[in-house]
């Protein structure tokens, strides 16, 4: 077994090529060390690709009222105050830097007319805010990212001759282990190419865990393939913590039909632009579903919502931009209540209000995913919408301002992976700019401790690579064992129905005793074919991941007793303040997995200071209510 | 509304491999990435494929259906009868891993050899571009890597020779792209096309157009206009004379 | 499931074996797995183009009926007349050359400009690549060509020349719409308009369109600016031009088509068989 196993020594490795592996890999990088990057596909085909409306920073280009102090808010609000503050305050502050700075590597986004970077509107964001192209914003920033590696290895080229002498990316390569020294300290990490299945391991003293979401432990989602919360469980096995991890946000529009596409996502923008959502009797459903925390920030009539579209300032936004989790809930109420359009969504409407060449221009990926996927021609119909998983807002437990993971030294995590930042909610655009601006400080983070580190080197055992090569192997010793591909569809039907948008005790139960039939047959996997690109082989490892990611929804979700964000439970729909300050914390407990309670440190009082103090009765206890200084109003006179 | 359609599916790797034939479920509104799907759940596990998005946004589940390059994922069942037999094989330009998955890695290496966007003295947060200045750029920015241009381009797919010498369009539109792109700092892209990406090599045939899954205009708009730069630059006596005596810069 | 077995001698043509054939790649039998009829196109391109080229030159080696002095309809074939074989009445430019010897067609004169603005025009060299040379027939299918060069060497490399005879293009336009204002003449040498005109001045239109959405012209026009927000109306210029340009495939056969029927026209009347219809003297 050893005779194949392949050894790289880097300082830094970089466990996933999206928007947070690709920006912390060029902080690394900068930063003068020796990084790999890791991806679980092709070198610019992650998941970030599919983010469409934006990147949140507030440079005020087109309000000039928006600062980093109103995004901040805006954040906390959104994610019903739960977030980390700290991270909540750097992503704020740091999103326009990161931002511009894309533009030095090449990035092309829409303009103003005075030729600055254009922002658009965005449910929850008081401001427009996301910088954009077009609705593929996302793609822009993995090109523009793609991109600037190669600039590096150019610059390394010309002055070694070796254009991957400080920066590697190693596509389709699958990370299945990290390597830790006695110690627990990280020493690397374990996994196999996908194209031959040979092994392979990294030694590197600091290890930026950048892979995204969990998505694919559910039926119904936006993820692709490779949302199999590889990252979540890689810390939870290296002894981290895992944070939030009941919130998952349920985007309220994914396409529902055709079925082979259901879960695909339709851009909020197409609600930012001007799209309305109603129901089987052609009402606009929203106005109903505005919750007492928001009203007063959102329209009563539909009147002043389409107002707002031209004239912003003396108008309310429509509850169509009511953040996602609200959005979400209100169409699963309309579809329960049999209001639902033919296909179990109800229906978003465009074409009627916009007139055809505005949406060709601003909504064109839309208009073609819509007539190739499912032959509607959004200029002319409505479209059929349903929530869909989309984000978890949980993840790795991490310090700010290093994305230091919790516990395991050399750990680091950035983006999807990492967890506090949302709080229990994301908003739109939050995530790119999160990318961003937690993957430069983890690729910062991992650069110093390893240079703290001077010339030392965690060293792993053989021992270690012998179990992590055996455990890989697992599938193909096994005979007349379960398909993985059965497995895994009963698994996804579990969470989606179980442990989805509208969750009660006794579902949960019922979930977490599924979940571990589950776990059980999981050990006896039989996989077919040999281990070059298999895919049988490839979802067999990875199911290990979500499983143990779902055992951790499911676990905390169970624990907590109230409705916040993107945790809607049936037994306890009020949010509940006695609540708000408590963190649920997953971990491995041998086989299983733990929850417990953490509290949250206070926030920080200038930071309570931008919030009124009616707001914050609404997330606060009375204890804590009474102990923030009476001098808490703000001044910036942005209202709200 | 389902029912079963007959496929012919190329199985094998670099060492040789065949046609294989299936029988298989096709249901209301699939695409043929649905039905290489339900082949490894129910048929053949070990079947390679890439795909990531599902939604034509990725460019991975690139393949070649009854013999023209195109995306699984964007190829809906009910463009062909079901009396139909379907052929699905690599993309054939490139050489095969196994099953449905090529190595395109002469794409990452073409990419690499092209000079990065130059940035203008400029301060981050300085720069202004007017949107019709950076339209014509962000056309060629759709761009999703699908590498079916690459694929179908019969300058490297029916020469392997060629390879060396030509970049293929998908890396002529990132030329296009960079030589408009109002802040880029550089000013011999053209030049750059014609000696180290082949650009003389292209007859305009036109196929990486029919093909883009993007719609990206990919002759008209970028391989052109790069061919008449070129040709401003190189082959056009009046803008060589003009600008010897510094009437017109180029 | 059943297999079927590949027999590599079934392979044919000469590039596929260094092209979809090496080694390394996945090995399909035949050029193409493409079971749509993709031949159509190449075949009906050769036969218009072949057809077409037929009848220019016979017509223009004729030096018979271009021209009706009655109506001063003048064949764009034979336009400008120039040379002492061509009609004297044809010829408003005046005598530059002398008597052309008698199987040398004065015609001549125009049509390398004519031809050479079609050869090397980019919609003309993508339809005749594809049919003429089969490189490639269509996308997809193996060209049986073992090596390829492209545009590097002489002689296509001259097809970077396009912008000159985009330049004698206009020219030529020129002269034609020349042409078809002198075709507003009536039988009693005052105005008049027939059939003829129309017809010419249609001619004379879509070759003007087809002429402005040539390819360099939308390249000197503006496509060669970096920024555009600094040339509003060279910018709207372009706009203008980009849009014509979508239509260039079909401007470049309309003109074949329009250029075809002048010249039949002038033809079948100056020769008698028909007379022409007059709408007003």
């Keep these: 077994m050893t005779a194949e196993l392949e050894q790289f020594d880097y300082d830094v490795l970089i466990v996933g090529a999206g928007g947070a592996g690709l920006r912390a890999a060029i902080a690394a990088r900068e930063a003068g060390l020796r990084t790999a990057i890791i991806c679980k596909s092709l070198f610019g085909k992650a998941h970030t690709v599919m983010a469409e409306g934006g990147i949140a920073a507030s440079m005020g280009n087109v309000n000039s009222k928006d600062s980093w102090q109103v995004h901040f808010r805006d954040t906390m609000r959104g994610g019903k105050f739960l977030n980390s503050w700290r991270m909540a305050e750097l992503h704020a502050k740091e999103a326009p830097e990161r931002v511009w700075e894309l533009e030095t590597y090449g990035a092309l986004f829409d303009r103003t007319p005075d030729g600055r970077i ?15 192209v077009g609705d593929r914003t996302g793609l822009e920033l993995i090109r523009t990212m793609q991109q600037k590696i190669v600039s590096l290895q150019q610059d390394d080229e010309r002055e070694s001759g070796d254009p991957e002498s400080r920066l590697k990316v190693f596509a389709e390569v699958t990370i299945t282990d990290l390597l830790q020294d006695p110690s627990g300290a990280v020493a690397g990490a374990f996994g196999y190419w996908r194209e031959s299945g040979r092994f392979v391991r990294f030694d590197a003293p600091a290890v930026v865990l950048a892979t995204g979401g969990i998505g694919k432990s559910f039926k119904v989602t936006s993820n692709s393939w490779e949302y199999t919360g590889d990252g979540h469980a890689l810390a939870l096995r290296a002894g981290s913590n895992l944070v939030n991890m009941e919130f998952v946000q349920f985007h309220p529009t994914g396409m529902v039909w055709p079925p082979s596409v259901k879960g695909i996502l339709v851009t909020e923008s197409v609600r930012g632009d001007g799209g309305v959502l109603k129901n089987s009797e052609g009402k606009r459903f929203m106005f109903d579903y505005v919750p007492d925390v928001f009203r007063g920030q959102y329209a009563q009539t539909e009147e002043e919502g389409d107002r707002w579209y031209t004239d912003p300032d003396t108008n309310k936004r429509p509850p169509e931009l009511l953040p996602r989790d609200e959005v979400a809930r209100a169409i699963n109420s309309e579809v329960k209540a049999g209001r639902g359009s033919p296909h179990g969504g109800v229906f978003l409407d465009i074409a ?28 002319k119909e409505p479209m059929e919408v349903g929530p869909t998983c989309h984000y978890v807002m949980g993840g790795v437990e991490v310090d700010p301002d290093t994305a230091a993971a919790a516990r395991v030294p050399g750990l680091f995590a950035a983006g999807e992976v990492s967890g506090g930042m949302h709080g229990s909610n994301r908003l739109g655009g939050n995530s790119l700019s999160d990318l961003l601006v937690f993957g430069a400080r983890a690729g910062t983070g991992a650069a110093a401790y390893v240079q703290g580190l001077g010339g030392r080197r965690p060293q792993v055992d053989q021992a270690v690579i012998d179990a992590a090569a055996a455990a890989a192997l697992a599938p193909f010793e096994e005979e007349g064992g379960e398909n993985p591909y059965t497995l895994h569809q009963e698994m996804q039907q579990t969470m989606n129905d179980l442990v989805g948008i509208i969750r009660t005790a006794e579902e949960i139960e019922r979930a977490l005793e599924r979940l571990e039939d589950l776990k059980a047959r999981a050990e006896h996997l039989t996989v077919e074919g040999h281990r070059q690109f298999n895919p049988g082989w490839h979802l067999a490892l990875d199911l290990r991941n979500m499983l143990a990611v779902s055992e951790c929804v499911a676990r905390a979700a169970l624990l907590r007793q109230e409705s916040r964000g993107g945790h809607t439970r049936d037994d306890f729909p009020a949010m509940d303040p006695r609540w708000r300050g408590r963190n649920l914390i997953c971990s491995a407990d041998g086989d299983g997995i733990a929850v417990r309670e953490q509290p949250m440190p206070a926030m920080r009082e200038d930071l309570l200071a931008l919030f009124e103090t009616d707001e914050l009765a609404k997330y606060l206890t009375p204890e804590e209510l009474a102990a923030v200084p009476t001098a808490a109003t703000h001044t910036d006179g942005s209202g709200s | 509304m389902s029912y079963d359609a007959r496929f012919r599916v190329w199985r094998g790797d670099a060492d040789g491999g065949e046609l294989v034939d299936y029988t298989v479920e096709v249901n209301d509104g699939e695409v043929v990435l649905d039905i290489i799907h339900r082949l490894q759940a129910t048929q053949s596990g070990d079947l390679a494929v890439r795909w990531n998005c599902k939604a034509g946004k990725c460019g991975s589940c690139s393949a070649e259906i009854n013999g023209m390059p195109r995306l699984l994922c964007m190829t809906r069942m009910s463009t062909f009868t079901e009396a139909e037999t379907i052929t699905v094989t690599p993309l054939r330009a490139f050489p095969v891993i196994r099953d449905l998955v090529t190595d395109v890695s002469f794409n990452y290496a073409k990419a690499r050899q092209i000079p990065a966007f130059a940035p203008p003295d400029l301060a981050p947060g300085e720069y202004r571009m007017q949107q019709v200045d950076v339209e014509r750029s962000q056309e060629f920015r759709k761009c999703i890597e699908c590498f079916l241009c690459q694929d179908t381009c019969h300058v490297v797919r029916d020469h392997e020779d060629n390879k060396e010498a030509f970049a293929g369009p998908r890396f002529l539109i990132r030329a296009a792209e960079l030589d408009m792109h109002p802040l880029d700092a550089r000013d ?12 003389g090599m292209c007859n305009i045939t036109k196929c990486c157009t029919e093909v883009c899954p993007e719609h990206i205009k990919i002759t008209d708009n970028a391989i052109i206009p790069m061919k008449e730069r070129v040709a401003g630059r190189r082959y056009d006596p009046l803008v060589w004379l003009g600008t010897k005596i510094g009437l017109r810069r180029g | 499931m059943s297999g079927t077995t590949l027999d590599p001698g079934s392979r044919s043509g000469g590039s596929v074996s260094g092209g979809v054939g090496s080694p390394g790649r996945a090995q399909v039998p035949g050029r193409t797995l493409r079971a749509d009829r993709w031949w159509v196109q190449p075949v009906t391109t050769f036969t218009l183009l072949v057809i077409w080229l037929l009848y220019a030159l016979v017509r223009t080696a004729s030096q018979r009926a271009y021209f009706v002095e009655e109506f001063h309809y003048l064949s ?24 052309f010897p008698p199987f040398v067609p004065f015609a001549l004169l125009v049509l390398p400009f004519l031809l050479g603005f079609r050869l090397t025009c980019y919609y003309y060299r993508k339809a005749y690549y594809r049919s003429f040379w089969l490189s490639p027939p269509a996308c997809a299918v193996a060209e ?29 336009s020129s002269i034609n719409t020349y042409d078809a204002i002198r075709a507003f003449h009536g039988k009693d040498g005052g105005f008049g308009i027939g059939l003829g005109t129309v017809i010419m001045v249609v001619n004379v239109a879509f070759l003007w369109l087809y002429t402005a959405s040539c390819h360099s012209c939308r390249h000197l026009i503006g496509g060669r600016l970096k920024h555009f927000s600094k040339h509003p109306m060279r910018y709207r210029a372009w706009t203008v031009v980009s849009r014509l340009n979508t239509r260039h495939m079909e401007l470049a056969w309309i003109t074949l088509g329009t250029l075809m029927l002048t010249d039949a026209y002038i033809a079948l009347v100056a020769s008698g068989a028909i007379t022409d219809l007059r709408l007003i003297n």
């Design chain 3, 76 to 99: 764009p074939f034979s336009s400008p007349c120039v040379s002492a074989s061509c009609n004297p009445a044809a010829r408003d430019f005046g005598t530059w050359f002398g008597e």
């Design chain 2, 188 to 199: 011999d892209r053209a030049d750059f096309a014609r000696e180290e990406q082949g650009i």
């Design chain 3, 144 to 172: 049986p060509h073992a090596r390829y060069t492209g545009e590097t060497r002489f002689p296509l490399i001259l097809q970077n020349i396009h912008r000159y005879f985009f330049y004698a293009a206009l020219v030529v």
């Design chain 1, 118 to 132: 254009s922002q658009r509107n965005f449910g929850g964001h008081e401001y427009p805010r996301l910088a954009h």
């Design chain 1, 352 to 379: 009627s209000r916009r007139a055809p060449e505005e949406i060709l221009k601003k909504l064109p990926s839309m208009h073609h995913q819509f007539k190739e996927l499912a032959d509607v021609d959004i200029t």
